[in-house]
């Protein structure tokens, strides 16, 4: 039975979805989370799924708050269970005080595991009675929706413009299945045994609710991407698909290429014409790009690459998380060349890096990597909005003239970079070493002139490197490091922590490395770094490059993303 | 247009005196100046081997890529600006072997370039290995015992992927390949265009002499236009059919097919993200899109 304490007084509540593949989860998710910001409420969500089409158990964590709450915790105050296997699934974050939504007849004995603080919610029953259990997850819709006091008719709309594309009898169960739900939830919620109080803001209903793969495919418009190749692999595909979706609008291509190996070399021949072109794969696919990078390299193009991690080697778990590519990204291509590695932390640093990194292949003339990762391609929360205002589409294209030399010898190591058909003279690129003009050579002495300057660009790049961000004390004495996608995790166990000592640097662009680094390191007492991967390549790259050697690891390596709470412990641990 | 306009002059060519690839750079040249192609409307795109370097050997926009990936940039640089004239043109190994895949994928993706491909059966640069078009039974130091596996029959398979224009010649006979070059440049969609070409040094079995003894014209009255005879013609071995065996003249290029050019000619360097759309599109995100 629910003891009434439940949930009370809460403004941060953390619900979790969880079923079986092909259970409608993702269909909540996509529905309670928009009609959740739209009432005002704070929400953020993220999810972990099996690398397959049905069965299994997938599982989304929904955030509702008074405040903003942009990152994973594994405390569960409210567990939607629509399956059996789905208690056993999220075992481990159940306490005490989770309540739990399901049917007991469905979960048959899992139900013993769950009994002190149950409510019995026939989610199937009332989908049968409807027409078919397929509609359970959309009457969970309702049950939530009842639940956090979301108008009626508002989740009705939502659920029947959802199912527009459907057949008219499906859309209208759905309807009847939200309607019959919401039913359940108010009852639910009047019962005054699951009560909280989050407060809407009316500030965050005009907000934007997205995902990071969303940012990202959104900050390559930006960027003026017009050109985009690459081939489907979890969990990049998001951007592809984004892209292929407004394709159209934005008079963009989108191709789905045979392979990784033609995705990269589409691009490079795309900036090679004066497309502004990107390719968006993950570890297994970068590996096969990578004679493509050290061609970029050569040919001195630009290109920007989307690399979205996961747990490797090979195969690894391909629905899962990691930031085990870093490595991969900055020693990727034979031969020595520049490049650029960013790595978003927060959803605008996905939209306001990807547009840059156009910027940035364009000046240099070099790849530019954007790192992310599962668990940042597919976690939403709302933001204020992301600023276009500032857009500024940076093209480094001459009109050439009859003598043009694509690879002139300059003093920064830029050559001016012509294309074919814009001015009068002729673009030659090669992939042997090549003389000024282009074109084939094996003069040993230009060769040492071609490669420093090549490495010469690193210069120029380096002095442009993005600042790493300080959160915290400017006087800390413990200095916590992280980069890419942890920056909302540890940011909000830095606020559960409450040290006026210790502070946050979180870094944005992790090659080449911002030049504050050193100083920042050597002010604090201790450094501790946090990666979600197994061998810390991050504090290897900073060793490498500043000397300084951080001792305190923090490495998370099971193919999930940090919890607050996780890190919060580790850190309270290191510090006491 | 005179073809001089094509040439670059005293230049060190890495070819052997001999090699079929002299006649092939002449004729293109010939072929390019009577179709009126400008040098700088040009882009010739390779991989690696020596029929690759062609594109250092004349005047014109040059993208000598990796081995075996001409045609993805090739296609790319085709759809990022369809006003350029797009030839993809390398070697039978880095074409059909390690580019395979390509060779397909871009017959079905159908972009308007010429794929001319320097058919020696043999590997030049890398010293006489076997290519995929290596005869069998033909000895190399790695095919000690002679090749074994069924030779890639490229028209074949072209065909059978319903290629826009399919096509053989034979370095050796100018006037034909000028003919036939012409048509596949001028033809609308992927054109692949193989071209017999002895390679003087490592192979001593298929010289100009055997091409001359086993390759013929197909006939005056054969006309490309049926698949299954165009098929059944490229399987001929005894003796090997030269012309064009195929054309479907009904396909949609891939510039056609991506539609950002239906009503915007202009390539893609003088295009603009159009902000106040994107502005709209980051709004939509306000409620459910």
Not at chain 2, 245 to 253: A, D, E, G, L, S
């Amino acid at each position: 039975m629910l003891s009434d304490m439940s949930l009370r007084d809460k403004q941060d509540v953390s619900i979790v979805l969880c079923g079986q593949a092909g259970q409608g989860i993702q269909t909540v998710e996509f529905l309670l989370t928009r009609l959740l910001k739209l009432v005002g409420y704070n929400v953020f969500a993220t999810k972990e799924y099996m690398s397959r089409v049905r069965g299994g158990m997938n599982s989304t964590t929904i955030r509702i708050s008074s405040r903003p709450v942009r990152a994973l915790v594994d405390r569960i105050d409210i567990l939607v269970a629509l399956d059996k296997g789905a208690v056993g699934h999220v075992e481990k974050r159940i306490s005490a005080d989770t309540v739990v939504l399901a049917e007991k007849q469905i979960i048959g004995d899992d139900f013993e595991r769950v009994r002190d603080n149950f409510a019995d919610v026939p989610f199937v029953k009332t989908a049968e009675d409807i027409g078919s259990k397929v509609y359970s997850n959309v009457v969970a819709v309702g049950v939530l929706a009842g639940l956090f006091g979301i108008d009626k008719r508002v989740t009705t709309d939502s659920v029947r413009k959802f199912f527009s594309a459907k057949a008219g009898d499906i859309v209208e169960n759905n309807v009847k299945a939200a309607d019959a739900g919401y039913k359940l939830g108010t009852d639910l919620a009047a019962s005054d045994k699951v009560r909280f109080s989050i407060r809407p803001d009316a500030d965050v209903k005009d907000q934007i609710l997205l995902n990071g793969a969303e940012a990202v495919g959104l900050g390559a418009i930006a960027g003026g991407c017009n050109f985009i190749a690459a081939y489907p692999m979890s969990p990049s595909t998001g951007v592809l698909v984004f892209l292929a979706k407004h394709a159209k609008e934005f008079r963009l291509i989108a191709e789905q290429a045979e392979d990784e190996i033609a995705a990269i070399n589409m691009a490079l021949g795309a900036w090679y014409a004066g497309a502004r072109a990107m390719v968006s794969t993950s570890g297994g696919g970068f590996a096969l790009m990578t004679e493509g990078l050290s061609l970029a390299g050569m040919l001195e193009s630009p290109v920007v690459i989307h690399l979205a991690q996961r747990p490797g080697p090979a195969t690894g778990l391909p629905t899962r998380t990691e930031q085990g590519d870093l490595e991969l990204a900055l020693y990727a291509g034979h031969g020595e060349f520049p490049r650029i590695i960013l790595a978003p932390g927060k959803i605008e640093d996905a939209f306001y890096l990807t547009q840059n990194a156009f910027n940035l292949a364009d000046r240099y003339q070099v790849p530019v990597f954007v790192l992310t990762d599962q668990y940042f391609m597919d976690s939403y929360y709302n933001i204020p909005s992301l600023d276009t205002s500032h857009t500024k589409i940076e093209k480094h294209i001459v009109k050439t003239k009859k003598d043009y030399k694509r690879y002139e010898l300059t003093e920064n190591g830029i050559s001016p970079r012509g294309i074919p058909a814009y001015g009068e003279g002729l673009v030659a690129v090669d992939s042997d070493e090549h003389d000024t003009q282009g074109h084939i050579t094996e003069d040993l002495d230009l060769r040492t002139k071609m490669v420093d300057k090549r490495l010469h660009k690193a210069e120029g790049m380096a002095s442009d490197a993005m600042p790493p961000e300080l959160v915290g004390p400017q006087d800390y004495k413990t200095l916590i490091v992280g980069w890419g996608s942890t920056y909302n995790i540890i940011n909000e166990a830095m606020q559960d922590l409450a040290r006026d000592d210790v502070a946050f640097l979180h870094f944005r662009q992790v090659y080449p490395l911002p030049k504050e680094t050193q100083d920042f390191l050597s002010k604090a007492e201790r450094t501790v770094i946090i990666e979600n991967n197994a061998t810390s390549q991050f504090g290897k790259l900073i060793k490498l490059h500043t000397g300084i050697d951080i001792e305190r690891k923090i490495l998370k390596y099971n193919g999930l993303g940090f919890s607050v709470e996780e890190v919060t412990e580790e850190l309270k641990g290191l510090l006491a | 247009m005179d073809s001089k306009v094509f040439d670059m002059g005293d230049i060190d060519m890495a070819w052997c005196p001999g090699c079929g690839n002299f006649p092939i750079l002449k004729i293109l040249k010939q072929v390019l100046a009577e179709l009126e192609i400008e040098p700088t409307k040009l882009v010739v795109v390779s991989g690696i081997g020596q029929a690759a370097k062609i594109p250092h050997y004349f005047n014109t926009h040059c993208f000598d890529g990796l081995h075996g990936r001409a045609l993805p940039p090739a296609t790319a640089i085709k759809v990022a600006n369809p006003g350029l004239t797009v030839i993809a043109e390398s070697g039978d190994g880095d074409m059909y072997g390690e580019g395979g895949n390509h060779f397909l994928h871009t017959i079905r993706r159908n972009p308007d370039i010429t794929n001319i491909v320097h058919n020696n059966m043999v590997y030049g640069l890398t010293k006489g290995q076997a290519s995929p078009t290596s005869q069998l039974g033909f000895r190399t130091p790695v095919q000690v015992a002679g090749v074994f596996l069924e030779p890639f029959n490229p028209l074949a398979v072209a065909i059978a992927l319903d290629a826009s224009f399919v096509a053989r010649a034979f370095a050796g006979d100018a006037e034909q390949t000028k003919e036939i070059l012409k048509k596949a440049i001028t033809h609308k969609g992927y054109a692949l265009v193989d071209i017999f070409q002895p390679c003087v040094t490592f192979n001593k079995t298929n010289t100009y002499q055997w091409f001359k003894e086993h390759c013929y014209y197909l006939e005056d009255s054969y006309t490309p236009h049926d698949r299954t005879e165009g098929f059944k013609r490229a399987t001929e071995k005894n003796k090997l059919p030269l012309g064009v065996f195929y054309i479907n003249p009904n396909k949609k290029t891939f510039e056609e097919n991506v539609g950002i050019y239906r009503d915007d000619d202009r390539p893609l360097y003088e295009r603009e993200p159009d902000i106040e759309e994107l502005r709209k599109l980051i709004e939509s995100f306000k409620s459910e899109k």
